[in-house]
Structures are given as C-alpha cells and as structure tokens.
C-alpha cells in the first residue's frame, strides 16, 4: 500500500482568498486523483494529475479554480481559488498504486468564513 | 457514464444483526467493483474488491459482497455487525482493465450500530 500524506490536515480561510493543498506520497505513481467530499456528501472527482501532463477536470470543475500541479511521481497540489463558503469540503487526494484500487490520504478539512 | 447508487442512506441496527447493504451500477462495460468504509474520523479505507473470478468476494472484517452481473449489483454483507462498525460506507466502480481510472462513488450508507 502506499502512504499518502497531505497538508494542511485542516484550515480555515476568509472569503476570497486561496489555499493550496499538497499531496506527498511515498511510492512513485503515475496516477493521482483530487476528490472533493462535501458536508454529508459522498466523493466527487475534481480532476486527475498525471505527472509531466495538464490535469483532466471532470465536469464542473475548472481549471482557474481549482489549479493542480503534479511536478513529479510523487508529489501533487490542488489550488482552491478565490474561495468562498460554498468550497467548505474535505479534499482528498488519491492514488492508483496497485493498478485499479485507490488509496486515499486523509484528506484536507476546509472551512470558508 | 457511469453511476453508482446506494439504496439506504442510514441503516440503524442493534449488534449482532445481519447487514446488507445495496449498491447498483451503472456502465455499459466490464467493471471493477469497490466498498470503502470511512469510520468516524478517520480516513477511507478499502473494505473488499472485485475484479475478476468468483463473485462472491471476501473482505476485512467478516464482510463480503457478492457481484450479480445480471443484476448489476454488489450488495454489502456482513453475518453479525458489531458496534465498531459503525461508519460510512461507500460504493464505487471503475472501468475494467483501465489502469489508473478514477473510481466514481455512490452517496454512501451511514451504518450506526447500538451495543
């Protein structure tokens, strides 16, 4: 399995400004997947990072709101732009290390005064 | 595209009594099927998978699931729950054999058992 850790574990931010979320992982993998998981919701896929690639952004998320970097095998960001209440999620960050199963951080727990 | 429903969204149950927990796709293709457990607090965790072969798959902590192809199901099952898993459970599925595709979940099923 791999170990995946992200920081910051929690933070709260005012509206407006943006707050980048860093993903580290222990084993090199190609496959990296930002999900967002809001307030008694189940997961929903933000985009996927591919090292050396632009991120794919699944529909309803874009690019200016939600920048990725991915700039190695092992490390990724997600940008949470201009954020206003409404962004107050959980992001987690995944990983395809055993070809199919994710395994995920423990994610980031934000709150947008 | 694909979808992932989940029929209950809070079963409540006293210890020892059976659990199942419904999960139906939807995806025109061969899939990979997943059940992740999140306890409270903690991160998600893989309960059991199904890729291939025999349908009836065996996971952590005395669950199991069963994939009916003709159905396009795979429900959740566990004998005797106990309190301690208490948690929310997640469906997910991805297409078959496409490495490094994102899993798409259902909305989940809260489980909360009484001792």
């Known amino acids: 399995s791999a170990v995946i850790s992200q920081k910051p574990s929690r933070d709260i931010c005012q509206r407006g400004t943006s707050l980048t979320i860093q993903c580290q992982v222990d084993?090199?993998?190609?496959?990296m997947f930002w999900y967002r998981q809001q307030p008694g919701q189940s997961l929903t896929l933000i985009a996927t990072a591919n090292q050396g690639s632009e991120a794919t952004y699944e529909s309803g998320f874009v690019i200016d709101k939600f920048p990725i970097s991915r700039p190695n095998l092992t490390f990724s960001t997600l940008t949470v732009s201009n954020m206003s209440p409404e962004d107050s999620s959980i992001y987690l960050c995944?990983?395809?290390?055993?070809?199919?199963?994710?395994?995920f951080g423990e994610g980031s727990r934000l709150t947008v005064l | 595209a694909q979808s992932v429903s989940q029929h209950n969204h809070h079963v409540i149950l006293s210890e020892a009594a059976s659990l199942e927990l419904g999960c139906n796709y939807s995806?025109?293709?061969?899939?990979?099927l997943f059940w992740y457990v999140q306890y409270p607090g903690q991160h998600l965790q893989l309960l059991l998978k199904?890729?291939?072969?025999?349908?009836l798959v065996k996971g952590i902590k005395g669950f199991e699931a069963e994939f009916i192809k003709s159905k396009f199901s795979f429900n959740l099952r566990k004998p005797s729950v106990q309190w301690s898993d208490t948690a929310e459970y997640f469906c997910a599925v991805s297409g078959f054999n496409q490495a490094g595709t994102a899993l798409i979940f259902g909305k989940g099923t809260t489980l909360s058992v009484s001792s």
């Open positions: 995944s990983v395809d290390f055993l070809g199919g199963e994710l395994f």
């Open positions: 084993s090199q993998v190609t496959m």
């Open positions: 199904y890729f291939s072969g025999d349908p």
């Open positions: 995806y025109g293709g061969t899939v990979n």
